[in-house]
Every structure is written in structure tokens, then in C-alpha cells.
């Protein structure tokens, strides 16, 4: 598929862009070739990659989600302009 220097200025215009004149010539060049590519990509079938992206072949090792450093809350309320026990004291703002 081919884009024209016209095709680029209504993109432009839908998308309200002000392009300069002199751009409009490379802008073309560069949509046609992702259309191209994108052609390319559509000749793929879904489900064909047997591999993850890595190129490994193995799932990425993954560490468990635990928390190693909890912070200390006293150091969190010390710092606190008002607190109530183990709480931060706030302004009532509903009546």
C-alpha cells in the first residue's frame, strides 16, 4: 500500500497536525513502510512463535513477592503533624 503526499496532509488535518510542507514527502515514505511491514506481519499465523520472546527457550525465572523491608510505622507517625494511637489524625471534611 502506498501513502501520497496528499494522504499525509488529511491524516494531518484529521488528527490536527500542522506538518511542515517540506516533511510531508519523508512522512509518506515512513507510513508506507509501516504498512508494509504491517502486510508482513498479517502473512504470520497467530500461535507459531513456540518460543517466549527471550529467545531462551525457558520461562524467565521469577523471584517470589515478598515484602523483605516493611516499612517501620512509628517512623511514618512520628513524622505525622497530628496523630491519634497508631493513626494519622485528619480534618473532618463530611458533615
Do not use: C, W
Not at 510542507?21 to 498479517?42: F, N
Not at 507459531?48 to 521469577?62: E, I, N, Q, T, V
Amino acid at each position: 500500500m502506498s501513502i501520497e503526499r496528499d494522504d499525509v496532509q488529511k491524516i494531518a488535518a484529521l488528527a490536527r497536525l500542522e506538518l511542515p510542507s517540506e516533511g510531508l514527502e519523508r512522512l509518506a515514505g515512513q507510513l508506507t513502510s509501516i504498512l508494509d511491514y504491517i502486510e508482513v506481519l498479517k502473512t504470520v499465523p497467530p500461535g507459531s512463535a513456540s518460543s517466549p520472546p527471550d529467545g531462551h527457550g525457558a520461562a524467565p525465572a521469577l523471584r517470589p513477592d515478598l515484602a523483605s523491608n516493611p516499612p517501620d510505622s512509628e517512623f511514618g507517625l512520628h513524622q505525622a503533624p497530628d496523630r491519634e494511637g497508631a493513626f494519622f489524625r485528619v480534618p473532618r471534611i463530611i458533615e
